[in-house]
């Protein structure tokens, strides 16, 4: 076929057939659309019947705003997700054509170094990533990469790395040894201690240890790791054995809320030891799920040899992520909630979570026969449990029958060997307001005296279950 003058162009060249028949497309008048599928279906369907299709069955999910699982952000303000959804096509990995969100990536990365006291912000290495998980696995096949070079230059094996971390880590890091081959050594709870503490830390160390995992708010309980303290036993297990061993901070909620809101404590980058740190901009950093960050103190803690240079979409950009395509809305709506707030805007939100969190655990004690692991003193979570004794109810019971009432309100026993110890964990985040509060402590109190209620009754008498058949065409309808 001649190649048409390129004068003559015009946009019909370009279309097909069968663009023309999507976008013109009429069905007819009486189609319906199906219902639920988990088949592609043979024809198309017009956009605003899928459009109330798609959003009834979305209907049918949880309320963002009662569920107290989650440490992600659920609430952003209008203009942040005007943003987004202006963004919503831009690919991150495509830098050639949007340096623009490149520069913002770059900011937020020196913004976030100067937060964790980077004494070199200019020589931090950072990236954005989908989240906490992949940040993790990145902090951990650095660790493991610088690892093998040292153990290489001194002539001896790579064969047994391993990395020592409690066993309150999130389920991340399990992924992390599992994926990329390195052996987790778990340091485990003991009763009344729910994290990693430093006096049976350096038991699990030797010179195969590619690095200490250590979280600023813990998953299970909201709790923060001593990181200094842990800082400190590896110097003094240095001192004694010659091995260097480095730390990462899984910072995924506490590296968001510790600068703001406890100044005075050491866990970022003011200790040497420290090489890396990860957070989740999608939780405390108050963007919607998609988004983490990444940091390496300097170019010494992030290898050259895991960052690959690519030119495939014009231009040549350093690339360390498992993915390559990816939102870039995220990185946008991140720089406009570090404009938007600032230290102290951020600070403010951080107070009102943690009064919010404090209050609730003044209130749950109230109720009866609860008790507090934690009362939101450190990430603003708290995690509470049955009081020692028979209460004819376990925290499960709790926990379905506030599901019952919307709140998603997550019970789990603790790994072994406190496996008896089962906790109700209650996260507060922006948006979780007064209303909200007064309205779970309702709930919670009443959803108690009916456990309890329940308990000190009678077991109902047993009769046969009788099913009445149903007509061959029930009408379902109220
Ligand atoms: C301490 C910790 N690390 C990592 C993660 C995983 O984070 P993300 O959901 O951002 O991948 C979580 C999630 O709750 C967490 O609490």
Same mark, same amino acid.
């Given at each position: 076929?001649?190649? @048409?003058?390129?004068?003559? $162009? ?16 009429? @069905?007819?008048? #009486? ?8 088949? %592609?279906p043979? /024809? &198309? ?5 899928? %459009? ?6 979305? &209907? ?11 440490? *992600?952000?659920?609430w952003?303000?209008?203009? =942040?997700?005007? +943003? ?28 976030? =170094? ?44 790579? =064969? ?24 987790? !050594?778990?340091?485990p ?37 001593p ?9 003094g297990?240095? /001192? ?16 968001? *809320? ?6 005075? %404590? ?48 014009g ?43 404090? &209050? +609730?655990?003044? !209130?749950?004690? /109230? ?27 376990? *925290?499960f019971?709790v926990?379905r029958?506030?599901? =019952? ?12 060997p ?15 307001? #007064? ?5 779970? $402590?309702?709930d919670?109190?009443?959803?108690? !005296? ?29």
């Amino acid at each position: 076929m001649p190649i @048409p003058d390129t004068d003559v $162009i015009s946009a019909t060249d370009f279309r097909t057939d069968t663009d023309t028949r999507i976008h013109t497309l009429v @069905p007819p008048a #009486a189609a319906q659309f199906p219902g639920p599928a988990d088949e %592609l279906p043979a /024809a &198309a369907s017009p956009p605003d019947l899928v %459009l109330q299709q798609v959003r009834d069955e979305l &209907a049918l999910d949880g309320s963002a705003q009662r569920n107290l699982a989650t440490f *992600v952000t659920t609430w952003m303000e209008p203009q =942040a997700r005007q +943003l987004m959804a202006e963004t919503a096509e831009k690919n991150l990995a495509d830098r050639a054509e949007y340096p623009q969100i490149t520069a913002m990536e770059e900011r937020c990365v020196r913004m976030l =170094a100067r937060l964790w006291h980077a004494p070199h912000p200019e020589q931090v290495r950072g990236c954005s990533t989908t989240g906490s998980s992949e940040a993790a696995m990145l902090g951990g096949l650095a660790l493991k990469r610088r690892w093998q070079q040292r153990r290489r230059a001194q002539g001896k094996d790579t =064969a047994r790395p391993n990395v020592v971390m409690g066993a309150n880590v999130q389920v991340c890091w399990k992924k992390f040894a599992n994926y990329f081959e390195v052996e987790p !050594r778990y340091v485990p709870m003991e009763p009344g201690r729910y994290h990693l503490t430093p006096d049976t830390l350096t038991a699990y160390c030797d010179d195969n240890t590619i690095g200490v995992v250590t979280v600023l708010g813990s998953t299970y309980d909201g709790s923060y790791e001593p990181v200094a303290d842990i800082c400190m036993a590896l110097d003094g297990y240095q /001192a004694a054995t010659g091995t260097d061993i480095p730390v990462h901070v899984d910072g995924a909620s506490g590296a968001m *809320v510790a600068p703001f809101l406890d100044p005075g %404590l050491m866990w970022d980058f003011q200790l040497e030891r420290v090489a890396s740190i990860n957070t989740s901009g999608h939780k405390y950093g108050h963007v919607f799920p998609g988004l983490g960050w990444a940091l390496w103190r300097d170019a010494e803690a992030l290898p050259d040899d895991l960052v690959f240079e690519v030119d495939y979409l014009g231009g040549s950009s350093p690339s360390f992520t498992l993915n390559f395509s990816r939102p870039g809305a995220h990185v946008v709506a991140q720089y406009y909630s570090f404009l938007r707030y600032g230290f102290e805007g951020l600070r403010h939100l951080a107070v009102e979570n943690r009064r919010t969190a404090r &209050a +609730l655990a003044t !209130r749950i004690r /109230a109720v009866g026969p609860y008790e507090l692991v934690t009362d939101g003193s450190e990430l603003p979570a708290l995690a509470f449990r049955l009081a020692h004794g028979t209460h004819g109810f376990t *925290v499960f019971d709790v926990s379905r029958a506030m599901h =019952a009432r919307g709140w998603q309100l997550p019970a789990y026993a603790f790994p072994a060997p406190c496996q008896d110890v089962s906790v109700l964990r209650l996260v507060v985040r922006t948006g979780f307001t #007064a209303e909200l509060a007064g309205a779970f $402590i309702a709930d919670l109190t009443e959803v108690t !005296r009916q456990l309890r209620l329940r308990r000190s009754m009678p077991a109902p008498a047993v009769k046969p279950l009788v099913v009445a058949a149903e007509p061959a065409h029930a009408n379902t309808s109220a």
